[in-house]
């Protein structure tokens, strides 16, 4: 592993990076492909960070698993091995049900809906990430998310015994719905799993399927749109609550500047990965009515046990997102 800048900060009372003499240095572990907009977005807010410090902090970005995998960021960050890092929020579901909020199938498909999704989502959210000793400076959606498959699929008749690639717990329950057989695996590991026959199938963005070069592998792709999910980029709260104000609001603002522009970069991309796809031979189309129908029955149940696990305040959140 390399050498990580651990920051002293939470074990002081209060510290001011703005103006200091020498820079602060934080590393920041993210989970996906260096070329992916998430990560071309942290380096930019990286940049933004050094700039409202007037070059007190400075940000180094580590993209695609290479500090710590994409499934260990989370904990790197709240044991402060990493003071800031990036990944997948419903990754974490499994730890904390309400970060599957944005994992509901079918509930909000476009951008817009997944903003207002996460208006209403977003105090519980945060407060579920305090309790985990953790901060959420920026979020920023993934476009929405279909089906890979090595052949025509019209329905679960053509999925029975597929084996597919999970990202976190709800996904492998939609492939369970569908008769097929999860097994998690990292984006970043992905080409490979798919090369060695590990997995033969997965629900992701275009985006993932373009990083990945999946046409190598996979030749349909459906455009189901199930949801919209969000990568964050957390802070460790130790840290966080021993910054000072005026760093803290130099965090804050490259964070909101950083989301904003991230989001607006996904919508942008979401057709030219289609684009792409296809050009490597894939053949993109929507899902058939059929196929269609089948995934809308097992999103609602999907639904009704997320609701079940997180209990009032999952209703809270589908109670304040439908009055808007
Ligand atoms: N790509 C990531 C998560 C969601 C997405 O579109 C992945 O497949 O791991």
């Not at 800031?84 to 929020?89: P, Q």
């Amino acid at each position: 592993m390399k050498t990580i800048n651990i920051t002293l900060c939470a074990t002081l009372a209060t510290v001011g990076f703005a103006g200091s003499a020498m820079a602060e240095k934080w590393d920041m572990p993210m989970a996906y492909s260096a070329t992916n907009f998430h990560s071309e977005h942290g380096v930019i807010f990286a940049d933004k960070v050094k700039e409202y410090t007037n070059g007190g902090l400075e940000i180094t970005v580590h993209p695609g698993g290479s500090l710590f995998k994409g499934g260990e960021i989370k904990r790197a960050v709240q044991t402060g091995q990493a003071p800031i890092g990036e990944r997948f929020m419903s990754a974490h579901a499994n730890e904390a049900p309400i970060l599957g909020w944005d994992n509901l199938p079918f509930l909000a498909t476009t951008y817009e809906e997944n903003d207002k999704l996460w208006a209403a989502a977003k105090d519980k959210v945060n407060a579920a990430l305090a309790g985990q000793n953790l901060v959420a400076i920026y979020t920023c959606p993934w476009p929405g998310q279909g089906f890979y498959f090595n052949k025509a699929v019209n329905s679960s008749a053509d999925t029975k015994g597929v084996k597919f690639r999970s990202y976190n717990s709800a996904t492998a329950t939609f492939a369970e719905g569908l008769g097929m057989i999860p097994v998690q695996v990292e984006a970043a590991e992905l080409s490979q799993a798919l090369a060695t026959g590990v997995a033969e199938s997965f629900i992701s963005s275009g985006s993932t399927g373009y990083d990945r070069k999946v046409w190598e592998h996979l030749s349909h792709y459906y455009k189901v749109n199930a949801w919209l999910p969000r990568n964050y980029v957390m802070v460790n709260k130790g840290v966080w609550d021993g910054l000072d104000a005026d760093t803290q609001a130099a965090l804050q603002k490259a964070g909101d500047e950083t989301g904003a522009a991230c989001a607006q970069k996904s919508a942008d991309l979401a057709s030219f990965y289609f684009e792409e796809l296809e050009k490597g031979g894939m053949t993109v189309e929507p899902a058939s009515p059929d196929f269609l129908a089948e995934l809308k029955a097992i999103g609602a149940k999907m639904t009704d046990d997320w609701l079940k696990e997180v209990g009032a305040d999952g209703q809270a959140i589908l109670d304040a997102y439908k009055a808007n």
